[in-house]
């Protein structure tokens, strides 16, 4: 079995999770409240794995600035994502946010000119299509 396919599944597993919950959560208090509460539960993950690891940070700049984009770009996005639940179908919802890839796939490409074949383009077509599908 390839090393990767466990956690991989986990993730998988957790983040479906993650996209059903916030429908529950905006169901009794306001998105923004939702937030703020998922927050407290990712800290309780980063203080736990932080005591489970004997964490050591590294301190380079702009891996520090990426790192902190990343939970700036995590958390507003959360945030519409949880106002979009409140207000959508949360299957119809989480599915047109699961499309993020396309993004990173653009993004890599532009920035760091990882190549788009001609597989992954068909991908993001099919993608697009579904959503379109999905929503209509």
Same mark, same amino acid.
């Given at each position: 079995?390839?090393? =990767? /396919?466990?956690?991989?599944?986990? $993730?998988?597993?957790?983040?479906? /999770? =993650?996209?059903?919950?916030?429908?529950? #959560?905006?169901?009794? *208090?306001?998105?923004?409240?939702? +937030?703020?509460?998922?927050? $407290?539960?990712?800290?309780?993950? %980063? +203080? !736990?794995?932080?005591? #489970? !690891?004997? @964490?050591?940070?590294?301190?380079?700049?702009? %891996?520090?600035?990426?790192?902190?984009?990343?939970?700036?770009?995590?958390? !507003?996005? &959360?945030? @519409?994502?949880?106002?979009a639940a409140s207000r959508g179908k949360?299957?119809?919802?989480?599915?047109? &946010? #699961?499309?993020?890839?396309?993004?990173? *796939? !653009?993004? $890599?490409?532009? @920035? /760091?000119?990882?190549?788009?074949?001609?597989?992954?383009?068909?991908?993001?077509?099919c993608a697009v299509v579904a959503i379109? +599908?999905?929503t209509s």
């Amino acid at each position: 079995m390839e090393s =990767w /396919l466990i956690p991989a599944s986990a $993730a998988l597993i957790i983040y479906g /999770l =993650w996209g059903f919950f916030p429908k529950l #959560a905006v169901s009794y *208090i306001n998105p923004t409240s939702a +937030l703020i509460y998922e927050i $407290a539960g990712a800290m309780l993950v %980063g +203080l !736990v794995t932080l005591c #489970a !690891v004997g @964490f050591h940070p590294e301190t380079h700049p702009k %891996g520090i600035l990426f790192a902190v984009l990343t939970g700036v770009a995590g958390m !507003v996005g &959360t945030l @519409f994502f949880f106002a979009a639940a409140s207000r959508g179908k949360i299957s119809v919802v989480v599915s047109m &946010t #699961a499309l993020y890839p396309i993004i990173t *796939i !653009v993004l $890599a490409a532009i @920035f /760091l000119h990882e190549p788009i074949t001609a597989k992954q383009l068909l991908g993001m077509l099919c993608a697009v299509v579904a959503i379109m +599908l999905l929503t209509s």
